[in-house]
């Protein structure tokens, strides 16, 4: 069992594992040696706090013991001696500013190691989860997952598009503006990606509340650069939305409760407020984009709270757009879903049946949907094999039990 020093490294680990890794990369240049060089301090933490008290800055304690095995390496590697200076001086200046008075945190540099990780260089298929990893400290093992790739695969990957930003030298700048549009997508999509996996945390796992909360971070970061940018408010709005919803996805007796089911009273009105008043912000610069579409479908969901009632009719024509603009399986699935609710549970079905089903052979959504949808148009057996592959596909214990239930809900429950 870990000791309280334990749990605080642990903590702090998780908490700034991306701004320490940005922090020092950005300097050194050279992502895995600092993630070798973080690695250490982390175990030097694990060392060293149980015997001498948790210190009062541990982040900057880290940071400092990082540091020092960075240039280590860097020594033991013969750098070339001018780099070896760009360094030595980069880590006197920070560590100067983190000991001056009133200065408790250091520079966080993770939108430079953002957009770094999105460089032409790099291959594109790999610029999100080398985001993930760098920049919010996602094993591999759970990027390979949600990318439907082997844990060794994506590993492989990683270190390859790592090395290639060190040997490349490849810069830690958010890109000029005529650079900026193709790598900003990648970047959005990242912090996107970043929230989801921490949405999924529907089973109560702080780390992942944590993940969502940096993402929200991050995407309010670079709002904060590129304060016009309709995408980048989008995106904001969307994640707004989406967590202004978390606490009511339970009950009182942490069951999981679906969207159209939630209770209203119980939805965070003022960030729901601010992603409204974000999304309205986006419509006036007229560059209408995927994440404010996903945005305005939240913002619909949410108008429940005064009508009462879902407005299905909007949500079709809402991702009607969207799949125009980004025919993504997820979205097609919940197109169908939509389409389901706002016309007939057959035409919802009927838009099911369009997709390949090498794509949907695996994917826990499409089953839930489908069963529901069957289960409305009264072919029970059916959805009740429906039913039961969402229940195979999906890793959640909450989720499973609900769908259980709607299972049980069947008046001939078994399975054909």
Known sequence: MLSDAGRAAERVARQSYGKLIAFLAARSRDVPAAEDALSEALASALSVWPERGIP?????????AARRNLMQ??????VQANAQATISLAFEEAEERMNEAGKSVFPDERLKLLFACTHP???SSVHTPLMLQTVLGIEAKTIARAFVVSPEAMSQRLVRAKMKIRDAGIPFAVPPRPALSGRLVAVLSAIYAAYGLGWDGLDGEEERHSLAGEAIWLGRALLAVLPDEPEAIGLLSLMLHCEARRSARRD?????????????????????????????KAGGLDRFG???CQAA???VHAARR??????????TTLYAALVTMKPALGARVSQAAVIGRALSPAAGLEQLDRLDPRDIAAYQPYWAVRAFLLAR???????????MAAIGLSDSPAVRSFLTGRLKELPQAMPG
């Open 297 to 299: 479908i939240q913002s």
């Open 73 to 78: 390496a860097a020594r033991r590697r013969t």
């Open 377 to 387: 148009a009264g072919d029970d057996a059916a959805a009740a094999d429906a039913y």
């Open 290 to 292: 995927p994440f404010q």
């Open 56 to 64: 009062d800055k541990p982040e900057a304690w880290l940071l400092v």
């Open 252 to 280: 009182g007796n942490s069951r999981y409760v679906p969207l159209d089911e939630q209770d209203t009273a119980t939805w965070n009105a003022i960030m729901i407020a601010e992603a409204d008043a974000l999304l309205r």
């Open 306 to 315: 005064f009508s009462g009632a879902t407005d299905w009719q909007a949500l």
């Open 121 to 123: 260089a790099i291959d």
